[in-house]
């Protein structure tokens, strides 16, 4: 079948097919969801125990270890890393890309239950979770929340009803809310009294646990009707609560209320938070998997008005919105795909000189682009930065056949004298064969893509896809749209002036001073065309010339490429950043609260900061709060203007100057990657890991490694991930006598942990909510050693009860103990975290490896950088085998295309040209190889060999019909000049906007675009002479 004759005989049945595609096309671009990247599964399950009030070690000893141990045997497993700190236990495992992750993690649950079953029986050892991680979870929006001066009060209304109108939101999956004070009843139970009475602290948690409860008893008849029986205990007052019987005392019931102060109130309040120097409580807000960012914002900030026209003395005040820069992002892509587009247009207009012929070009921008949002639908892809992207760099490529084709038509038109619809016939046909092998490649080089594993694979498939599909429509509108709109659209007379500008003047037309523009392109063409064929003629007898120029020139790069350096991804710049405070361990909250409030001060005076959240007592960020409850921790999230003039790395090191001049604090300012962590849930900074097994050694190692990290050039805010012990007051239980008088070590760390942080007991129901009833002793009665012996820690029943104190089985002794213990393995390690900056990562790798290979390490201690670092490197180095992978593939293709295994190889010589302009576009750029790098090399290795195509098969066309091989050559290779012109013009011109790198989250694809529009600039012209001399030598070898 003649598809052309078949298009140009069947006009409506090309239209309706345009049609239809554009509408379906803009059908599903309206229910695309808009995210700011693809979703990465990350195959990690996480299990999370919580232990309160038990120490790091402890728990690494009874929690920790044991669940490593357990699911060590999960199948598909690629390491086990760990964290255990006060109270809480988290393990990670990580499995290989490509393992199912829900049988993963379900294997894990049974395993983790397995394992529990050698736990403490402890009742406040809770039951271990088991969930899937998920990169992505991360807050799209905080608020900052005030108005309500009572704390207490304020907490209260954001927990019972402002979060759950908040998580009724569309695509809204959780919403978590830091400081303020919760509501709770606290028990304070009167150390003395208890003693009077002979009443312990554990027998008022039990005696809370069994009577504050409601039990479901079954079902009753009675008269025909049936009830529901339930036995009700729960206090419907704080005076029930205080007339519970604990007991009797000299015949007599013995209340709650005789040994406890019970009150309405908050814990002793940790974690204080303000938004721009008010007092605030932090609501941070998280998105459902899948759902559309944007829109889930807006659901949220419409809820958030609906509320303050309730709650009119509530003030909302945004911290962070993620949605901004995405649709910046989004709307910045699209205006560059469109910038993109008419610069293509206006290089058509020039070459092609004229208006009608532009537009049968230009109908296949909008109809291929328009058409791909149909399979981005389908497939379930997402309008992201990264798919936007590879419609933008593909605006460049779609004209591509079309102006192969259309010029070709042209040509059939101007040298037989042939109709405008014969012309569109035989002119596509003839080129037909060599368009469709070009796109292939083009195609073809970004299938390895769809091979990679890990994160890299999964971020650029929509990428390779949406390229792939968009200039596979493009082929399909230049064999079909272009022939049917040429026979219609083209004059004959039109084409034979343009040749022939005389012929103007001959039949009386006037000519307007666009047509005059016109006629002087055309001459400057014709020059173009004949100094073209001189240069040629002279290459071709002087191969060997040509051949020691272009591998000249290729090698004398090669001394550059060390000097631009790889990294993983490059660092996008959102506008956001995160102080972290330390001040020294030990230091009280009050002391941590004044010294933020310098540093709020130091923020507040930065002109180019919109808004400050600030936290007292964690390490509160908008990856989430850790450290909480940690006095001597601070941190401050900044959101800077959205029409600064300054990058957020230039403001950073500004402030960071000012920060450490406050006397006594450890300020560490970095900025927030939005992209980085939305792909693997961190900034993707340098780690280097200690090993070993003494905390205290490695921490001293680590000091010194940090010391001298410090000095390397373009290595920021070194610090270890974890902070020096801390003092402790350690109880030494003399276990003789504590069997002797029947106490348990349990007894004497249940008594501890209820005394000074309380013990949860159970929960008080007010008004459809439940509060937590925390049992403790007040705080001045605890707060001394003195006190705290006499502390009882067990009732011996008799007449009268006997008390055992804990003075009496545990002598106090001041310590130190680790406040975090991290292992990988189920080896410990501490880790010094730093990020590059102004340098390459490759760069500062070495310098790393060099100095760390200089320090002595004491025995049983090793050094590793960060695992995700070596994991996110070995990706990296995949990407290598993906180029040759896609050179190969190219090979196989034209082989059969050309059925030789000589052709390709002429047409592949084109390959190594364009290293000279990649090496020296991104090296004048100051751009390193990255993975978007790589992409755009792939794309470019496509482009080149593009152009190989054009020139080898309208070569071989010409020699079948009786031409000789230089006559072929010197004829074929100034007849495809202007097509491989307009084509690599549009292409690099089309990229043009991206590789200038302006816009929101253009550092991702600035070094993409770079990659190809300096390869395009050197591999184009040096193509045009090195592939036909190739040609020749290839030649002179088959007739020997």
């Avoid at 790098?933 to 080149?944: C, D, E, K, N, P």
């Amino acid at each position: 079948m003649n598809i052309a004759r078949f298009s140009v005989t069947r006009p409506v049945a090309v239209t309706m097919r345009i049609a239809a595609l554009t509408l379906l096309g803009i059908v599903c671009l309206l229910r695309l969801p808009i995210d700011l990247l693809p979703k990465v599964d990350i195959p990690t399950v996480v299990v999370n125990t919580s232990w309160p009030n038990t120490s790091p070690e402890e728990i690494e000893t009874q929690l920790t270890r044991p669940i490593e141990q357990a699911v060590s045997s999960v199948p598909g497993l690629y390491n086990v890393s760990s964290t255990s700190q006060l109270g809480q236990s988290s393990v990670r495992v990580q499995l290989d890309y490509g393992v199912n992750v829900d049988q993963a993690a379900s294997d894990v649950l049974q395993f983790v239950q397995r394992a529990a079953r050698s736990f403490p029986n402890d009742p406040n050892l809770q039951n271990p979770t088991v969930f899937k991680f998920d990169p992505s979870a991360l807050p799209i929006l905080i608020y900052g929340v005030s108005g309500i001066d009572d704390p207490i009060k304020l907490r209260t209304i954001l927990d019972n009803e402002i979060a759950p109108i908040i998580e009724a939101s569309g695509g809204i999956a959780q919403v978590n809310i830091t400081g303020g004070q919760e509501r709770s009843i606290l028990v304070e139970v009167d150390p003395d009294k208890l003693e009077a009475y002979g009443v312990g602290l554990a027998d008022i948690v039990r005696r809370l646990q069994a009577e504050n409860i409601s039990v479901p008893a079954g079902i009753a008849a009675d008269g025909g009707k049936e009830y529901s029986i339930r036995s009700i205990g729960y206090f419907t007052s704080l005076a029930d609560a205080k007339a519970m019987p604990i007991g009797s005392y000299q015949g007599r019931n013995l209340t709650l209320g005789e040994v406890a102060d019970i009150r309405d109130a908050s814990q002793e309040q940790r974690i204080f938070t303000k938004l721009n120097g008010e007092p605030s409580v932090a609501v941070s807000v998280t998105k459902q998997s899948g759902a559309n960012t944007v829109d889930a914002v807006k659901n949220v900030e419409a809820k958030v008005k609906e509320i303050a026209k309730r709650y009119p003395e509530l003030k909302f005040g945004k911290a962070y919105d993620q949605s901004g820069f995405i649709e910046k992002s989004i709307i910045e892509l699209q205006e560059t795909a469109i910038i993109g587009g008419i610069l293509a247009i206006i290089v058509i207009m020039f070459f092609l000189r004229s208006v009608r012929s532009t537009l049968v070009v230009a109908l296949s921008i909008p109809v291929s682009i328009i058409s791909t949002f149909a399979l981005m639908y389908f497939l379930g892809f997402t309008l992201n930065t990264i798919s936007l992207s590879g419609l933008a760099l593909a605006t460049g490529l779609i004209v591509d056949d079309a102006i192969v084709v259309l010029e070709n038509i042209f040509r059939h038109i101007e040298r037989d004298g042939k109709k405008a619809a014969a012309a569109a016939v035989t002119g596509t046909q003839e080129i037909m064969s060599a368009v469709v092998a070009s796109t292939f490649t083009v195609m073809v080089v970004f299938l390895p893509l769809l091979l990679i594993k890990g994160q890299s694979g999964q971020t650029f498939t929509q990428f390779a896809l949406v390229v792939i599909f968009s200039i596979a429509v493009s082929l399909l509108d230049a064999v079909t749209v272009v022939p049917m709109l040429a026979s219609r659209v083209i004059r004959e007379e039109d084409v034979e002036e343009e040749a022939h500008p005389e012929l103007r003047q001959i039949r009386g037309k006037k000519v307007g001073p666009i047509t005059k523009m016109f006629d002087a392109v055309g001459r400057f063409f014709n020059r173009m065309d004949a100094a073209y064929h001189s240069g040629l003629k002279w290459a071709i007898q002087r191969r060997w010339w040509v051949i020691g120029g272009a591998v000249g020139l290729t090698l004398s790069v090669l001394p550059l490429v060390p000097l631009i350096g790889t990294e993983t991804l490059p660092k996008t710049d959102t506008g956001d950043f995160t102080v972290r405070v330390r001040l020294p361990i030990g230091t009280e909250l009050d002391t941590t609260y004044e010294k933020m409030m310098q540093v709020e001060k130091v923020l507040l005076a930065e002109p180019e900061v919109e808004t400050i959240l600030l936290a007292a007592g964690a390490n509160f960020s908008i990856r989430g709060t850790t450290g909480s409850g940690n006095s001597n921790e601070g941190s401050a999230t900044v959101r800077l203007k959205a029409d600064r003039k300054i990058k957020t790395e230039d403001v950073i090191k500004r402030l960071q100057r000012k920060l450490a001049a406050i006397a006594g604090i450890r300020p560490l300012a970095q900025p927030y990657d939005l992209v980085a962590n939305s792909l693997a849930g961190n900034n993707q900074g340098i780690e280097v890991d200690i090993f070993g097994q003494d905390i205290e050694s490695m921490l001293a190692q680590a000091r010194e490694v940090q010391a001298v990290l410090q000095n390397i050039p373009g290595l920021e805010s070194v610090d270890l991930a974890i902070q020096d012990a801390s003092p402790e007051l350690q109880w030494k239980v003399d276990r003789q006598k504590a069997a002797q008088l029947g106490v348990s070590f349990s007894d004497i760390a249940s008594a501890i942990g209820t005394a000074t942080s309380g013990s949860l007991s159970t929960y008080y129901q007010d008004g459809g909510f439940q509060y937590p009833i925390y049992v403790q002793v007040p705080v001045e009665k605890r707060r001394s050693i003195a006190s705290l012996k006499e502390l009882p820690v067990k009732t011996i029943p008799g007449d009268p009860p006997r008390q055992i104190t804990l003075g009496q089985v545990a002598k106090p002794e001041i310590g130190t103990g680790p406040n975090q213990i991290t292992r990988l393995n189920r080896q410990r390690f501490v880790a010094v975290n730093g990020r590059v900056v102004d340098r390459s990562e490759s760069e500062v790798q070495a310098d790393i490896t060099a100095a760390m290979n200089k320090i002595e390490f004491s025995s049983g201690m090793y050094w590793s950088f960060g695992d995700q670092q070596l994991r996110r490197q070995r990706e990296f180095g995949g990407l290598g085998f993906s180029v040759l992978l896609a050179i190969a593939l190219i090979y196989m293709l034209l082989a059969t295309q050309f059925e030789s295994f000589i052709y390709p190889l002429i047409i592949l010589c084109s390959v190594p040209l364009c290293v000279v302009g990649v090496v020296l576009a991104l090296f004048l750029t100051d751009r390193a190889f990255s993975l978007t790098a790589y992409v755009g090399i792939l794309m470019l290795i496509g482009i080149v060999v593009k152009n190989g195509i054009l020139l080898v098969d309208y070569t071989n066309q010409l020699r079948a019909r009786g031409m000789g091989r230089d006559e072929a050559i010197l004829t074929a290779s100034p007849t495809r000049l202007r097509p491989i012109l307009m084509t690599s013009l549009c292409a690099s011109l089309g990229m043009l906007p991206l590789a200038l790198g302006v816009g929101a989250s253009s550092e991702l694809q600035a070094p993409l675009a770079t990659a190809v529009v300096g390869g395009l600039a050197t591999s184009t012209f040096l193509t045009l002479f090195v592939v036909p001399v190739v040609y020749t030598f290839f030649d002179d070898l088959a007739r020997r």
